[in-house]
């Protein structure tokens, strides 16, 4: 079976650029932006992770290892860089990811003398994953682990290929626990596969641009190999492993080929620092069995930071808050009629917590945002504001919940709900509680109570004298300066005196002036 889409040939209509989506050529770009910290000295991998925990940039171990090997890690840790990825600004990122998924591009199949990611192949006896650059992230992880392998399967239901992004740990030379616990199209079709006793082929891809770790984030009905085009927006070039018959992309750094145990859950597994920020305990889990390594001739081997306390800054953060809000984005447009901005914190795992702003066109809609949300995402907790309140700003955020909220009727709990099991506070239960929490005010609610002050900006119709400006009707205090060209305003406090001496001057409920008592 054709397990690429809309396969072209190398050398057809479409010229392949094997660079443009290169780690190496973005990392290259980004450093030349001041965002990567650049180790030029040998660097033991027990150092690593230490340094990779106290700085926001991308980090470029130049020799790392006895082998003096070049690692890189926190390419994705920051909003910016992903950003910079799609070519846009930080607040165009959500938008320019859903137009590239409305586009088509072709996936098209090189071969291997083309493909750089096998220029150097490695099988058979010559197989080490522990000849690696791979290090230990935390203190309590059971091995080292390969953190950013984007691995490559196929559905045999659909003969499309599934892409998700998994960890290894090491095991030996030849071996890998993998994490199959959680929710995954991967488990699904290990699971199956382990019930009848046949192995599930597998290719990891190590070293990847970020757009195409996004693409590993996300589950869509399609052919995974042509969403990683589309979100490229550019033509896809794949090549066929060397050991199986899976695609993978021609563009990468490293790929580890091989098969997972029918076995099953058999092997432990961990401990491991998982994205929550806590870590997750020992689990039985399949093995993977390593057949093949091919790679660069001056591969770059990844890393990504995954957990602690400062989780705003992991690469696990960051991807799981693009996918959240594009979810998040999805539900909204299928309930209310003008949702205008949204936000995942990345300081809650970028999918715990959500923040939506929205402009409500019936009563009512706050309410549907929040309920659609919480039952069609991952979402733990959702905060829904008006137009006025910036929900990328932690201030006016706080501001709003502090006082546009009443526990009493603007609280929603919703309970008995499934969740993600590496929440903590489910404290081992299969289901938990989420929350929504209403800081709009109540529809058609006006008056001066809702009005935020500003500092005055005197705009409005100049006039003659204050006399002429009050019979126009009604002005604020703001406005009588402005019409009289006031730059000072006390002169118009002692001119109101003796106008309200006349009976020429007033205020009405609103608390404006007006020209009788």
Not at 102 to 108: L, N, Q, W
Not at 153 to 170: E, F, H, Q, Y
Not at 320 to 331: I, S
Not at 455 to 471: M, N
Request: glycine share 8%.
């Amino acid at each position: 079976m054709n397990t690429v889409p809309d396969t072209g040939r190398a050398g057809a209509a479409t010229p392949l650029d094997f660079d443009r989506f290169r780690l190496r050529k973005f990392m290259q770009d980004i450093a030349a932006e001041g965002e990567v910290e650049v180790i030029e000295q040998k660097t033991d991998l027990a150092d690593v992770a230490a340094i990779i925990a106290n700085t926001t940039k991308a980090v470029w171990f130049k020799k790392v290892g006895p082998e003096e090997q070049e690692l890189v890690a926190s390419v994705a840790g920051w909003r910016s860089r992903l950003a910079k990825a799609f070519g846009v600004s930080e607040r165009q990122l959500l938008g320019e990811l859903m137009r590239r998924l409305d586009t088509k591009h072709p996936v098209v199949e090189v071969t291997r003398a083309q493909a750089p990611c096998q220029q150097v192949v490695q099988t058979g006896d010559d197989v080490d994953v522990t000849s690696l650059p791979v290090h230990l992230q935390h203190g309590l992880d059971g091995a080292p682990y390969i953190s950013s392998a984007i691995d490559f399967s196929i559905d045999p239901k659909t003969g499309w290929t599934n892409v998700g992004l998994r960890r290894l740990m090491l095991r030996s030379r030849t071996e890998t626990g993998v994490d199959l616990n959680a929710p995954s199209d991967l488990r699904v079709i290990y699971m199956e596969a382990a019930a009848a006793g046949k192995p599930v082929p597998v290719a990891y891809v190590i070293g990847s641009h970020p757009v195409d770790m996004i693409a590993a984030t996300m589950s869509i009905a399609v052919d995974e190999l042509s969403l990683m085009a589309s979100l490229r927006d550019a033509p896809m070039p794949v090549v066929k492993c060397i050991t199986n018959d899976l695609r993978v992309p021609a563009d990468a750094e490293y790929v580890i080929e091989g098969w997972l145990d029918p076995h099953g859950y058999v092997e432990p597994e961990g401990p491991y620092g998982e994205y929550m920020g806590y870590y997750g305990g020992l689990k039985k889990n399949p093995v993977f069995h390593v057949t093949a390594i091919t790679r660069r001739s001056d591969a770059l081997f990844q890393t990504i930071s995954i957990s602690g306390k400062h989780l705003a800054r992991t690469d696990t953060s960051q991807l799981e808050n693009l996918r959240t809000e594009l979810n998040v984005w999805r539900a909204l447009k299928l309930a209310v009629r003008e949702p205008l901005a949204v936000y995942a914190p990345v300081a809650a795992a970028g999918a715990q917590n959500v923040r939506v702003q929205l402009r409500q066109r019936v009563p009512g809609e706050a309410r549907s945002a929040i309920m659609a949300v919480l039952g069609a995402c991952g979402v733990k907790n959702m905060f829904v504001v008006d137009p006025d309140i910036d929900i990328f700003n932690d201030e006016e955020m706080e501001w709003a919940l502090g006082t546009r909220f009443q526990p009493a009727k603007d609280l929603i709990i919703v309970d008995n709900v499934r969740m993600s099991p590496l929440d903590p506070s489910l404290d081992g239960a299969r289901t938990g509680s989420k929350a929504g929490y209403d800081l709009t005010w109540p529809f058609g609610k006006g008056g001066m109570d809702t009005i935020i002050p500003a500092a005055p900006a005197y705009a409005g119709k100049r006039f003659a004298s204050l006399e002429a400006a009050l019979a126009d009707g009604p002005k604020y205090f703001e406005d009588l300066m402005a019409a009289v060209g006031s730059r000072d305003g006390r002169e118009i406090v002692r001119e109101l005196d003796g106008l309200k001496a006349k009976g020429k001057a007033g205020r009405d409920a609103q608390g404006r002036w007006t020209n009788g008592a």
